[in-house]
């Protein structure tokens, strides 16, 4: 598939491009994910911790 | 029909449920806009005629760097409100916003070092755009250092906002460097003045990229003050109500 190979090549572009791209796309997704873990952990410890 | 108390909202309490509810509909529009971005930014716009491909780093690049400067200038109103009227609320937000501006600013400088590396043959200078983004950079992460070694909540939420507020002031030293200085990094691309210097397809998806960009910072930013009410207020029977409340 030549178009495929194409477009990841970018031109001769296809570090820098994808370079940023992928590092964007970790960044975003790591952040998320820490995110979410910490609503999850704050949860259960103010489940635990608040008086009743 | 009684109207809205948006004030009641200021409180921990019940600015959290409200929280809750928004974020899905942050994130699924950040996630659907950045799929239309993308398509529109990586398929659709045509090769440039002076940079080749190289060009279509601008899509996260532009977003990145707005949103690094925009989160602060969002930090430095909840710091001026937090020291004016000393609500918990304002001194949550600058905490919840902090760890996003930080990886957008650090996003902005590291998709411009890719791009700068073709356009100009360096990865990285020392001119002022570059300069003041990173000194961005360390205000953020100064911010989060100083938050981590003050134990107590509130008192570090005083000193994080008058270290936020003496900050604001590299704000306009990043956006006007370009025009002040002489420097690597062009000037600006698109301004309120004068018409846009890119064809109309390339400033639709990077317009795209951009309110994906606000969106995401939006739901993830909402997400984290949840975590963080939690945290502060994980002793009092109410977040405890909350936790368990989906």
Sequence with gaps: ??????????????????????????????????VRSRLRNARRVAEDSSEP | ???????????????????????????????LLAAVGLYLGLIV??????????????????????MSMFIYVVMAFWSAVALALNTRLAGMMVQALAPTGALL????????????????????????????????????LG????????????????????LVLVGVINIPIIYFSVRWWNTLHQGATVSLTAAPKMAAIMLTAMAIMAIAAWFYAIAVTLLRVQAI??????????????????
Excluded at chain 2, 4 to 25: D, E, H, Q, T, Y
Excluded at chain 2, 229 to 246: D, F, N, P, S, V
């Design chain 1, 1 to 34: 598939m030549t178009s495929l190979t194409d477009f990841l090549a970018m031109g001769g572009y296809g570090f820098y491009v994808w370079g940023a791209y992928l590092v964007t796309a970790a960044a975003v997704v790591l952040e998320v994910v820490t």
């Design chain 2, 1 to 31: 029909m009684s109207p809205i108390n948006w004030f009641r909202f200021a409180s921990p309490a019940s600015f959290f449920p409200l929280a809750g509810k928004l974020v899905p509909w942050f994130a699924v529009a950040a996630a």
């Design chain 2, 45 to 66: 716009a045509p090769t440039d005629a002076q940079q080749g491909e190289s060009y279509r780093i601008i899509f996260i690049h532009v977003p990145a760097a707005w």
């Design chain 2, 105 to 140: 600013t650090f996003v902005a400088l590291w998709t411009g070092s890719l791009w700068g590396r073709p356009a100009w043959g360096t990865y990285w200078a020392w001119d002022a755009r570059m300069t003041s983004e990173l000194i961005l950079l360390f205000l953020y």
């Design chain 2, 143 to 162: 911010y989060l250092a100083l938050r981590s070694a003050i134990a107590d909540s509130r008192r570090a939420d005083r000193a994080g906002a008058v």
């Design chain 2, 229 to 246: 009410i939690l945290e502060r207020e994980k002793h009092t029977a109410w977040a405890g109500e909350l936790a368990e409340a989906r």
